[in-house]
C-alpha cells in the first residue's frame, strides 16, 4: 500500500521550532520529487518547500525561505521540515506530497496538481 504519514506538528509559541516527519512506503520514492505544503483555514493550499530526487536542489516559499529547511533520505522514505522562527501566519495543516512525474529535470513544481500522492496531514499551531 502506497502511503505518505506526516507527524510532528503541534502548538507552539512564536518563535519556536518544531520539525515534520514524513514515512513514505509503497513505492521507490528516491526517483521523485518531494514537498511540503499548507493550508490554513479558508485558504487555498500553499506550496512550502519542495526537494529534487536527488536531493540537490531545494526550492522555498519566499516567507519561509531562511527559517524552514526540507530534507530527505537517500531512499527516500523520509521527509522532514525544521521550521525555525515560527510565527503565526505559519499556522496551517502541512502536507508532505510526491511528484507525479519521475526523474523530474524541469524546476520543482510549486503547483498542487503536479502531486498525485499525499499524506493526511498535521497541524501547525503557533500562538503569539
Known amino acids: 500500500q502506497v502511503q505518505l504519514v506526516e507527524s510532528g506538528g503541534g502548538l507552539v509559541q512564536a518563535g519556536g521550532s518544531l520539525r515534520l516527519s514524513c514515512s513514505a512506503s509503497?513505492?521507490?520514492?528516491?526517483?521523485?520529487?518531494m514537498a511540503w505544503f499548507r493550508q490554513g483555514t479558508g485558504q487555498v493550499r500553499e506550496f512550502v518547500a519542495g526537494i529534487r530526487w536527488s536531493g540537490g536542489t531545494k526550492d522555498y516559499l519566499e516567507s519561509v525561505s531562511g527559517r524552514f529547511t526540507i530534507s530527505r533520505t537517500n531512499d527516500g522514505q523520509m521527509l522532514y521540515l525544521q521550521m525555525n522562527s515560527l510565527k503565526p501566519e505559519d499556522t496551517a495543516v502541512y502536507y508532505c506530497a510526491v511528484d507525479s512525474e519521475k526523474w523530474r529535470t524541469t524546476n520543482i513544481e510549486r503547483s498542487d496538481t503536479a502531486y498525485d500522492l499525499w499524506g493526511q496531514g498535521t497541524q501547525v499551531t503557533v500562538s503569539s
Open positions: 509503497g513505492r521507490v520514492f528516491s526517483r521523485y520529487d
